[in-house]
């Protein structure tokens, strides 16, 4: 299972974005809009008190279809930045140390 984790940075600069962007992903998380084919939410979302990011842990089975739906959200003005992280378990440093 490919897990990622997923830093989006909103463009929170007035109450109205933040009103756009929580309707945004209020559509998908309740499966109005819903995630690219093969996306699957498995933990989260999170909101961040420091910083205007919502984070989300995402099994991703081809993270390049999300291209064209996460660009459109960039270019919409609603979203400013993301970090996709791949993450596996710890187990796997097991076999790092072990190549080492």
Known sequence: MPLYLDEIWLNETSPDNTKKIHQMFQGVLSGKTGFPAGVTLKAGPWASNEEAKIILILDIQDHAKTFVTFSTIMASG??????????????????????L
Do not use: H
């Open 78 to 99: 609603l979203v400013t930045k993301r970090r996709l992280t791949p993450i596996v378990e710890w187990s796997a440093m097991d076999e790092v140390v072990k190549a």
